[in-house]
Each structure stands twice: as structure tokens, then as C-alpha cells.
């Protein structure tokens, strides 16, 4: 391969062009393209330029900043530009299926434009879709080319008004009636509304909805997926029994159009029934190679634990732009300096660093968890196709749905959190729409709620490591799992006595030492280094606080380096800056 | 006074209508009328009252929720109303002094209903009316009538595009020519364009513009304020020389007209600058009752520390406003519970208490504080007007300029915060905007930037701080100040060593225990639980983690008295279950 920035690199990777962050760029102490390279490989690299071109030199995909689009307009550009990705045709089904992870950066690609954008193709194709493909059979298959023409728009219609957390409690029906081999779908109240669906509220024609299944006699063996129409594809009028509308403006995502539909006792056939997980004779009878209802309900919701790794993509997104916007704000943005006429960037304020740069951090860390828990994802699915049925690949299932629900908790707060901190470091300017931050958070702070309540979804976690812990304390069992997740576990007591051992201020600045405290807290260091390593002139006040009151980074105890010394925020706020 | 509800009070306390919160309301232990009377005042109360039914009977005030005003209607709207409020005269300069506190309650009253109103009404009268008039001389006092008919409409101008903390920088001039008797007012470059300021993106005639004095010769004399014409007050068109605009949308607050506005070489009269810090005889030559620049700087600026108490009030607002929402639902919505057919309301559930009621404490408690600072900051302004030279009113000052910085940052953050886990608690129907969190959220994000952004006015506190424990270290003088907020700081050390005592599992839930930790954690309450106080069929697992990882609440530790036991969050996400 050649040098990075020669040759093909530099078709694919081009400078940056010229202006002011070029003194900081040419102060880094890596090369830019040998880490893109390193972190993406050359392939999704290339991938990712096909896409952002296409965007680039469209007209469709033209924005007006500062443009006031009204609803109605928003939603009716982001339909066009959804259909336009159909015609860009990125990313077959084939090419889906020879390297799955090019569905996340696509969406992650569509995100980074507009997560509206990427909502709405997502809904269609992977949630709709998928969901068409992995429930139903090959009766349902005929909707898989439609869907890919666009000549149907889908939705996916679980959660109702009412409820959202317990989706075992969704409360429309679906009767069978044998006499004219139709189920009747029904909403028993507005409360049993189904709600929130996206692409519902004013262009899907068709949705994967979820009903309670009841057959002649009253038996109901919950939970089922049924395909039904509920617009026109001409006209987008709804279908008779069916009243659907939009839900309104949300916080974010206004160009994707949630939904709200209640079922008058739609007839719909009996094929209608996504039938891979249970079936209906025509006389009536349930059939299902599950045995019990709890299990079948667990495999009819399978594809949405995808749902959760795909956000953890996505929230690593959103927290990549936001930290790129606050760090270029911060190198350029001038404030006060040593003298009166000579300001400095803000960034090389010990405090500025100190809110970003942990986010920076987190932003490469979890982008490397979010594609390795998503290729472990993929290898537990081809292992689901293929019929392993070995105590491994059950172990390995259990361990991917905690990851994946710890995992979007931590990716999706990091993200608000870390998305908030850039607002506040980049001031009012942070504040204006043009600068995009408020967008990012409020696109972002949905993934907090859906495909399962962050709060909710710790608990799941939770749940897997007490069992884990129950086996050892029963049977001595090792912390041990497939993906080696849980298996430092073992030597928790002796992690847990490792203290931070240094001895002069110059090593508490070292990103090499661990960043736990010793036993005296940071007074100790002070303490050390006050002996041994500062000269005398330079030794800074002490701190006054009881060690137990440091903040994790106390600014008089590490202000050597600074250009501008700061007093001990400690101090006073201890609880306020600890991040 | 009559019984709470009856008489008088029923009218200005009706009950609430009936609906699904009522069981919860029966079951207060004590009367809500009782707690109003006590923490407002029925004077206050009777003020509140006559506000809001004024604007709930007239149709200007009326909302259409749901409705998507475009940016232009809905700061024409915002506009109208501003004037409506003055046609009110709710409070007369009169009755600002009589009784100062309701300044701020008008102000969060607007506010309640629309901060875009709240921040148009108060920058005019308060920011830009107090300017001229506590700058000004007995020559600027015809403005003051003119503001209160709205003849002219008036905006603050300070902060520059590239200047907003480090105010002292900025860098618009104002050159006195002695031929004509007149300033000229010039920002060198669009770097120096004045930047932010609400009221003048379209509706103010009039600024009070911050910018270096020059007196013929070429001497600086630093900041000085003055009145200048911006607009045609009938036509709104620009003054000569004046390039005025909107900067555009913002993430919130966008019924209000944030704008720019560039001068060339304007030539205003002699008399424009506000002259109460420092003066110019019609030949040139700078008189100032101050002898040095910094003085005269800090005196100009000192209408800023207002800001910052008010801003307290206007986040506990915020605050207030979202716990209500989300508590009330957490009341009504049900999710779960023990029996599949009945479900509970989560505010039943131990994690919803646990991420909601601390910020409803909080609300209670920063009320109080801002109310109590607020009438500090009236009692030194008097002080100050009354010539009050002592050491205690120098010392008093210093004091009230700490509180108001670290409390502007401490309410804003824990509205930001008590916000956003709202928002979160709501669930999806958090994120609709027709429930309004997200526009709280919005609309106090900048609480945390204007008047001083949180992370640097927190250095001001700690500067405070750190100046007490020098006198304490270099002199052995006590922590004292005239309002005793610091007093505590002398028995520090015996408040550290406290630990929280308790011997039994329920003395946990015992809100009257304070909330620290004994030497062991909260698996030392275990052990000493188990050992004594809770029978042996309803001991809990114990928790299996070293007491240094516990979060403050363990719900493992204090199942107890749940509903729903749930598993040790602090297992596995100790770091993100911190409140």
C-alpha cells in the first residue's frame, strides 16, 4: 500500500483545506489518514465517500441553513430524499448480506446528513422489512421486492398508547374467523391506539402489526405479527376500518412522521398472519413449533435486539459530530491570555480539555464496541440460520442481549451527556440552530427510550451478571462467557485494591498511569511531589480540601502545565465537576 | 385567617378538578393550601392569580398546541404580547420598589407561560430601562417614560461576536470629536459586530451600546455605555451607518429577536453616553468620580449580578414545571405489575421515585434560596443607594457577588438535569412536544451560558473561597460573612468525619437519617440488618459488592419496602446510577 496521502490515499482521504485549525493539525503527533485507515479500513472508507458524494453533488439533498422548513415541508423533502436513497441503490440485499456491517455505516452515513433520513429508510427497510422476512414465510416473500421498489412504504406498528415498556400487554385483537377465513383486527379502546409508529403517520401503506391472536372458542395464544395494508398507495386515503393519523411534533426527528392507528374491525385474510412462529388452519386450528407461548413470543421479538446495537452505532454518530464541532470551536475560538492583548484558544484551558476530551475519548471507544458487538451479532444470527443449537451459542445469546442492553444505555447517555457539554463549552455560539449541536441532542435523545427505557435495560444486564454471580457463589463457578465480557470479573477483589501510585504532579498528567486514587487521595500526591520531584518556585498551594473531597481532576493540584493557573474547583462544587 | 379552603381561600386556592390524580391527592399528609399560603404568601398568590387570569381570559395569550408557527409569526406574536403586558401594568415602578420580589414572580409567571415573553418584557424594562437608568444622568431619565409606553423599545449591547466572557476585550469604539460635540461609535471589523442581543434582531429602536471610550489625543478610557438610536421607531428601518439584522434560529427562546448590528463611523451627540461612571466636557477632557478604570468597569457592569439571581428563578421555574409534568404522570400511567391483568403507576416503582423526587426536593429548596438571595441582592442595592460605605456592606457584597455565582450555576444545572430525567421518565411521551419538556429544556439551556457562563462564574465563587481560607490560613481568622453562608466551613472537618448511623434496613428509607455512609457502606447496614432487625424470611440477598462501589441508593440493599424488587443496579452501572 502506499504512504498514506500518496496516490489512491489521496483521492480518498484529500487534506483538509486550508484555514485556521491548521496549526493545531500540524502540531499531531500521528498521522490523521494512517488512523482512518487503522480505525475504518480502506473499503468502508471507500464506501462512505460513494455515499457522501452522491449527497454532495445532489440538489435534493441541498440544505438552506437557517431555513424555517415548516412540517408538512420537512417530512415531504424527507420522503424524497428516502426514495432518491432507493434509487442510489448503496447497498444491496446481497451486499447486505456479504458484509453487514455496511448496513451501519449506511445508516450511520444517512444519520450524520439527517437523522430523520436514516429513521425513515431504517423503519422501511430493516425494521419493516426484516421484520416481514424473519417473521413470515414464503407466502410473504412477494412483499420483499415491493418493498425495495418503494411501490409499498412499511412501518412496524408494537408499541400502543398505553403501552410501550410491557409489550406483552398490547391489547388489539385479531380474531379467526373460519367462516369467511379472515382475522378480524380490532382496537378495543383509544388507549389500545398502536403509537408512535414511525413512518405510520402519513406515508406507510402497510404495517407489521402485532395482535393478540384469539381462535374460535376464545383460546388467545398472545402475542402475533399480522401484514396488514392501511393506506392506499395511490391515494394514501386510509383503508375502510382503519383510522391512522399522525401523532405531531416531537422534540426531534420531524421529518420522520410518527403515527397513531386504531383497527374498527378490519377483515384482513388469513395469509395476513406472519405465520413463521405460529399458524392458523383454515378451520381454525393453532399451530406453532413452539411449545409454549412465552418462547414464541421471545423469537417473535428477536429482531429487535438488532434495534439496540444499531443505536449504539447511532449515538456514537451524533457524539462524533458534536465533539468534532466543539474541539474545531474550541481551537479557533479566542478568550482572554496571559496579557490583555493577546488572547489564546480556549481550548488550551485545562477546563475546556477537561469537558471534551474525555468525550473524545469515549467517541473512539465506543465506536470500536458498537461494530464488534454488531459483528458478534451478526455471527450469533448466522449461527441461529445455520440451526446451532450448542450450550455455546445459547451462552453467547444471552451475553450479546446484555451487552446490548448495557451497551445502548452507555452509548446513548454518553452521547446526550457529551452532546450537552459541547452546547455549554461552545457558548452561545453552541446555542445557535445553524451550528447543529441542538439538533444532535434532539435527535439523539430518543435513543434513550426506544427499543427499550435505558433505565429499563439495565436491569436486563443486571439480571445476567446476578445470575452469573448466583452460579459462583452456589457452585464456584468462573466468570466466564463467550466474548470474555464478564471473565475480569474473577479478579474483581484485586482490581478493586489497585491504587494510583505516582509520585510527582508530572506523573498525575500522564494518560499512562490508571486514573484511580491513592490511598491518601491527590493531597498524597501533593504531598510526594511537594517532597521530591517540583523545584521549590513552582510548587503550587497545597490543597485544602480533606482528600475525600477531591473532584477526580482538581485544578490546583495539576496546575503546573497550565497556561493560566485555575483555582480548585473542588473546592466549593465537588459534586458539580466530577465527570 | 379563615381555614385553608374555606372563605377567601377557596377562591384563591380552588381544588383541583377531579381526575385520575385525585387517590393520589387524598392520600397527602398534609393540606397543599397550607403549603402554598406558607411558601408564597398570600399576597404573592393574589399577584400570581391576577396574572394568569388575565392572560387565560384574553384570546392574544391563547395557543393552538400542536401548531407549527413559522419563525416570523411567532415573533410578531411574542411582540404583540410583550406590548399586551404593558397594557396590563400588572406592576408599577411603584410597586417594584414597594414590594421587589414580584419583579422576579412577574417575571416567572411570564415565563411559565413563555420565556420568548418573559426575556422580550425583561430586557426591555429591566436590562435595558436599569441600564439607562442606573447609568444615566438626570438628562437620559426621558427614555425612562418612553420605555414604559413602549414609544421606543430598547436592547442591551455588549457581548460581541468574538467576545462574551472576556467582556473587558470588547472592541467597538466611540471617538469624541470636541468640533461637533459628538461621539463616533465604530466597530472595526465583523468580529466586532455586537452579537446576541435580544430585542435587537428586529424590534429594537434604541441600544445601550458598550464600547472603548477615546478622547481627542488618542487615550483610551476604557468601556462606557451609550444610548444609541438603531431603528425608525415607525418604520423599524435601520439609523444611518447601522447595519442591524436577526442572527437566526436558535435552539430555543425563538419568539425572542437575538440580533447583530455593526456601526460604521455613527455619529451620535455628547449626551448619548450614559454618564453616571465617567463624563466628557464639551471640549475633550474625561471627568469620572472613579480614579481607576478597573473601578469604573466593575461599577458599569455591576446591573450584570441582577441577571444572575434572576436566572436562579427563572431555572427553579424550569424545574418546578417539569417535576409537575412528569410526576403527574408517573401518577397516571401504568406499566407492569404484580398480576399480568393489573398494572401499577410507575411512580409506584422505587426507580422512578429515585429519579424523580430528589429533583422535586430540589425544586423546593433552590425556590427558597433564590427568593432569600434575591431580597440579600434588594437589601445591598439599598445599601449601596443609601451611600452605605462599611466594611460590612463591602464585605456583604463580595458575598452575595459568591452565592450568585455559584447558585445561577447550581439552578441551572439542576434544571438542566431534572429536565432531561423528566423528559426520560416520560417515555415516549416525553419526547412529544406537545408536553412541553422539550421546549423547558430548550428554553433554560442558555441559563447556563448568559451572565457568565457556569464553569467560569464557578472560578468566582472558588476565588471567594480560596480569599477566606487565606485570612483563616495566614491570620487564624474564623469563616465569616455577613449572610453566614460560609460559617459552616469552620467546624469542616467534624462535619466530615459524621457517618451515617443506622442499624436497621428501614432506618434507610428514614428521610430524617442523613445521607451519608457508614465507615463500612451500605453492606455494613446489611450485616447489622440481618444480624438484628428484619425477620429472617424477608432478608434480603446480600449485595455482593464492595461497599466502595455502591451507588447512594442500592436497590438490592433497600427492597424492602418495594413493590417490585429489582436487581443491584450499582452492579453493573454504578458510575451512570449516581444521582
Redesign the interface.
Known amino acids: 500500500m502506499a504512504p498514506p496521502g500518496e496516490g489512491r490515499d489521496a483521492a480518498l482521504l484529500p487534506e483538509f483545506p486550508r484555514g485556521p485549525l491548521d496549526t493545531y493539525r500540524a502540531r499531531a503527533s500521528f498521522s490523521w489518514k494512517e488512523l482512518a485507515l487503522f480505525a475504518e479500513g480502506e473499503d468502508m472508507l471507500r464506501f462512505k465517500k460513494t455515499i457522501y458524494s452522491a449527497l454532495e453533488n445532489d440538489p435534493l439533498f441541498a440544505r438552506s441553513p437557517?431555513a424555517?422548513l415548516?412540517?408538512e415541508k420537512y417530512r415531504e423533502l424527507n420522503f424524497l430524499r428516502c426514495k432518491r436513497i432507493f434509487e442510489y441503490d448503496f447497498l444491496s440485499v446481497g451486499g447486505m448480506f456479504e458484509n453487514p456491517l455496511k448496513v451501519s455505516t449506511l445508516t450511520q452515513c444517512l444519520g450524520m446528513y439527517d437523522w430523520s433520513l436514516a429513521a425513515k429508510y431504517l423503519l422501511h427497510t430493516l425494521v419493516f422489512g426484516s421484520a416481514v422476512f424473519s417473521s413470515g414465510s414464503e407466502r410473504h416473500f412477494a412483499y420483499i421486492q415491493k418493498i425495495f421498489s418503494m411501490e409499498i412504504f412499511g412501518c412496524f406498528a408494537l408499541?400502543e398508547l398505553?403501552?410501550?415498556?410491557?409489550a406483552?400487554?398490547i391489547r388489539t385483537t385479531a380474531h379467526y374467523n373460519p367462516a369467511t377465513e379472515e382475522f378480524i383486527i380490532h382496537s378495543p379502546d383509544f388507549e389500545a391506539a398502536k403509537?408512535?409508529i414511525g413512518n405510520m403517520g402519513k406515508t406507510a401503506t402497510h404495517a407489521v402489526v402485532f395482535a393478540q391472536l384469539y381462535v374460535p372458542g376464545g383460546q388467545c395464544h398472545g402475542l402475533h405479527a399480522f401484514i396488514i395494508q392501511i393506506r392506499d398507495p395511490k391515494t394514501l386515503l386510509p383503508m375502510p376500518g382503519v383510522m391512522v393519523g399522525d401523532?405531531?411534533?416531537?422534540?426531534?426527528l420531524n421529518g420522520l412522521d410518527n403515527g397513531f392507528a386504531v383497527f374498527h374491525k378490519v377483515r384482513v385474510p388469513r395469509q395476513s398472519l406472519l405465520n413463521r412462529m405460529g399458524d392458523i388452519t383454515p378451520e381454525g386450528t393453532y399451530v406453532s413449533p413452539f411449545k409454549d407461548a412465552r418462547q414464541r413470543l421471545g423469537a417473535s421479538l428477536g429482531s429487535l435486539s438488532w434495534g439496540r446495537v444499531a443505536i449504539m452505532g447511532m449515538a456514537v454518530a451524533n457524539l462524533k459530530l458534536a465533539v468534532s464541532i466543539a474541539v474545531r470551536f474550541s481551537a479557533t475560538?479566542?478568550?482572554?491570555g496571559p496579557t490583555?492583548d493577546e488572547?489564546i484558544p480556549v481550548l488550551e484551558y485545562q477546563?475546556q480539555q477537561w469537558?471534551l476530551l474525555p468525550y473524545l475519548a469515549a467517541a473512539y471507544a465506543l465506536d470500536h464496541f458498537s461494530k464488534s458487538l454488531f459483528l458478534d451479532l451478526v455471527e450469533f444470527q448466522r449461527g441461529l440460520a445455520a440451526g446451532d443449537r450448542s450450550a455455546r451459542q445459547a451462552e453467547l445469546g444471552r451475553e450479546i442481549h446484555a451487552l446490548a442492553s448495557?451497551g445502548k444505555?452507555?452509548a446513548s447517555?454518553t452521547a446526550?451527556q457529551g452532546i450537552?457539554e459541547c452546547?455549554?463549552a461552545c457558548?452561545?455560539h453552541?446555542?445557535?440552530?445553524?451550528n447543529r449541536?441542538?439538533v444532535l441532542?434532539?435527535d439523539n435523545?430518543?435513543n434513550?427510550?426506544?427499543e427499550g427505557?435505558?433505565?429499563v435495560l439495565?436491569?436486563q444486564?443486571?439480571?445476567y451478571?446476578?445470575g452469573l454471580?448466583a452460579c459462583r457463589?452456589q457452585d464456584g463457578a468462573c466468570f466466564r462467557s463467550p466474548l470474555k465480557s464478564v471473565d475480569f470479573l474473577d479478579s474483581y477483589?484485586s482490581i478493586?485494591d489497585q491504587r494510583f501510585e505516582v509520585s510527582s504532579v508530572a506523573d498525575c498528567l500522564d494518560s499512562a498511569a490508571p486514573r484511580c486514587f491513592p490511598p491518601g487521595g491527590l493531597g498524597e500526591i501533593h504531598r510526594k511531589s511537594r517532597a521530591r520531584a517540583v523545584p521549590t518556585s513552582s510548587v503550587p498551594p497545597a490543597c485544602?480540601m480533606?482528600s475525600?473531597?477531591h473532584s477526580p481532576i482538581c485544578q490546583l493540584c495539576v496546575t503546573e502545565n497550565s497556561l493560566k493557573p485555575?483555582?480548585?474547583?473542588c473546592?466549593?462544587?465537588a459534586s458539580?465537576?466530577v465527570w
Open positions: 437557517g424555517h415548516s412540517l408499541t398505553s403501552h410501550g415498556s410491557n406483552k400487554a403509537f408512535w401523532i405531531g411534533k416531537k422534540l426531534g475560538r479566542r478568550q482572554f490583555e488572547e477546563t469537558r448495557a444505555s452507555l447517555w446526550q450537552q452546547r455549554e457558548g452561545g453552541g446555542y445557535l440552530a445553524v449541536l441542538g441532542r434532539d435523545d430518543p434513550s427510550t426506544y427505557d435505558n433505565n439495565l436491569q444486564t443486571s439480571n451478571l446476578l454471580l457463589v477483589p478493586l485544602p480533606p475525600s473531597h485555575q483555582p480548585c474547583l473546592l466549593a462544587f458539580l465537576c
